[in-house]
């Protein structure tokens, strides 16, 4: 069984920075891509960035391109999400996914 924990968000004022974890259990972190969606109040979830299991390979909504780093640390079955020059558009609620698992998701605000 695999159980995501995603921390990080709150609250920050336009053009600031948040930075997103993602902490798996069990094995399967190391060896799956692994993605951040968000949604925000009225919208449907929608990709954010996804990265290779080897974290070879990157990809961004191009919403995010620019601002956005994925990253991840299989030593530590902990994924992140580098999030700079925020936007109050980015205001959404931020989850983690492996193939089949999400997390419970985290509030990120932004103000203008």
């Known amino acids: 069984q695999v159980r995501l924990v995603e921390s990080g968000g709150g609250l920050v004022q336009a053009g600031g920075s948040l930075r997103l974890t993602c902490a798996a259990s069990g094995r399967l972190f190391s060896s799956v891509t692994m993605t951040w969606f968000r949604q925000a109040p009225g919208k449907e979830r929608e990709f954010v960035a996804h990265i290779n299991w080897s974290g070879t390979v990157t990809n961004y909504a191009d919403s995010v391109k620019g601002r956005f780093t994925i990253s991840r640390d299989n030593a530590k079955n902990t994924g992140y999400l580098q999030m700079n020059s925020l936007k109050p558009e980015d205001t959404a609620v931020y989850y983690c996914?492996?193939?089949?698992?999400w997390g419970q998701g985290t509030q990120v605000t932004v103000s203008p």
């Open positions: 996914n492996l193939p089949a698992y």
